[in-house]
């Protein structure tokens, strides 16, 4: 029986975790491949750490976490793109319609 047995503590989200080159070269190719892309920065949560998402002009998107607010900025400027908070100007359209044509045509890149 596993009455006695100890959980697993989980990793608190309280504390931002360093980009990994992974996670960089994933965004990186993403900006260099797609057009128009804008960068959100997404506060952290008590589920989730703070991540980025990059939306190209065409609503396709990426996430992935990063080493906070200020390391979202690094990289939006690094790589010359804009960067905005998603707690002040939300979800582009372009997003939420990229979105949707997903659920209609899954079979579709």
Do not use: C, S
Not at 3 to 23: S, V, W, Y
Not at 64 to 93: N, T
Request: aromatic share 8%; no cysteine; hydrophobic share 35%.
């Amino acid at each position: 029986m596993a009455l006695f047995r100890r959980r697993k503590q989980a990793r608190p989200a309280g504390r931002d975790r360093a980009l990994d080159r992974a996670d960089l070269e994933h965004l990186e190719n993403f900006v260099r491949t797609r057009r128009g892309v804008e960068a959100f920065i997404e506060p952290r949560t008590t589920v989730t750490e703070t991540t980025v998402i990059l939306i190209a002009d065409d609503g396709e998107w990426t996430r992935r976490r990063v080493d906070g607010p200020e390391g979202a900025r690094r990289f939006a400027h690094k790589l010359a793109i804009p960067i905005y908070d998603v707690r002040l100007m939300g979800y582009p359209q372009r997003m939420r319609d990229y979105n949707e044509r997903r659920k209609r045509r899954p079979h579709l890149p």
